[in-house]
Structures are given as C-alpha cells and as structure tokens.
C-alpha cells in the first residue's frame, strides 16, 4: 500500500506504534506547513522529532525529498549513534543528525527540533550583534537566543558538545 504521496512508498501506519505513527503524522505537517510558508531551503535544513519511549529514537527528513513530498512513512527513524532503524530506500543528511542528535541526546524535553535557513533568521545570524532589541518583536525571544559560531558543514560529531554547550539553558 502506498503513503499517498506519489513515491510509491510503503505506508507504516499499524507497523509502528500508536505514539510514533502519532509523531511521524505530525512532523510529516510540519515539513509541509513550512515548506507552504517558504522557510524551508530545499533540501538542506532539518525537523525531527522525538519518538516516544526511553530509547532516544528520532524522526529526520528522509534527504533528497523536498519538504513538500514528505510524508508521515518517508521519515527515517534513527537513534542517536545515526543507525537507520527501519527498511527505507532513504538515508539522512549527516549535517541534520550531528545537530539533531546533539539537541535530542542533551535536551529531554525537546520532542520537536527545527534548523531553518529562513531569511529572516540567516539576516540576524549574519550579523555580529545577532539579534537587537528593536521592536517588541524582538524583545519577546531575545532572551531566548543562543548563538553557535559556524563552523562549517556540521559533519564532526564532536561539534555536538559545542552546540549543546552553546545552546545553554535555551
């Protein structure tokens, strides 16, 4: 049986457990409401979500598929060592799980991660002051931002302790 989106892929509902079809349903959303309102880049930025249960598995983009074909079966399941735990034509960009895993292994509560290129996000981030306190916009987060100096292309895992280090209590 096919998922619906047109890639021939098989669907997971009744494979997978009532909590993960129930993540998969809702992150499958999410990738389409952001690609709907343009912040997504193509295909290099990222959403995941945690599956439920004590295992710390996650949901990523399957890579090479735009956010708008994704479904709730394309996501790939992987834990946080990047083992792929399902049968999946797809793998997952490396970049998107050293930062994924680093906020799901550090941050017990963040069910959701999203790593977005919007423009509006990568003009604050070029600038040297980040964000400034210039509209009641930008007060209401501005004590909610972290900064994480870029270091290139995410691929060392040992760029996770700087990210988590830098994401501090935020």
């Known amino acids: 049986m096919a998922d619906g989106s047109g890639l021939n892929i098989a669907s997971l ?9 129930k ?7 999410l990738y389409r409401l952001v690609a709907l309102y343009g ?7 990222h959403i995941s979500a945690r599956v439920p249960g004590p295992e710390h598995h996650f949901l990523l983009n399957p890579y090479g598929l735009f956010w ?3 479904t709730a079966s394309s996501l790939v399941k992987v834990d946080v060592d990047g083992n792929i735990l399902q049968d999946t ?6 970049a998107g799980f050293t930062i994924h895993s680093a906020v ?3 941050v017990e509560h963040a069910n959701y991660v999203m790593h977005l290129h919007s423009e509006y996000g990568v003009a604050v981030s070029a600038q040297e002051e980040g964000l400034l306190p210039l509209s009641q916009f930008a007060l209401t987060v501005i ?6 100096d870029y270091e290139g292309i995410a691929l060392n895992l040992d760029e996770r302790e700087r990210l988590v280090a830098d ?3 935020k």
């Open 13 to 21: 509902k009744g494979r997978v457990s009532e909590g993960e079809w």
């Open 23 to 29: 993540a998969r349903v809702e992150l499958a959303a």
């Open 39 to 45: 912040w997504d880049d193509l295909i290099e930025t």
């Open 68 to 70: 708008d074909e994704i």
């Open 89 to 94: 034509p797809y793998f997952v960009n490396s």
């Open 104 to 106: 799901h292994m550090a």
């Open 143 to 148: 004590n909610k931002v972290a900064y994480h």
């Open 167 to 169: 994401l501090g209590d």
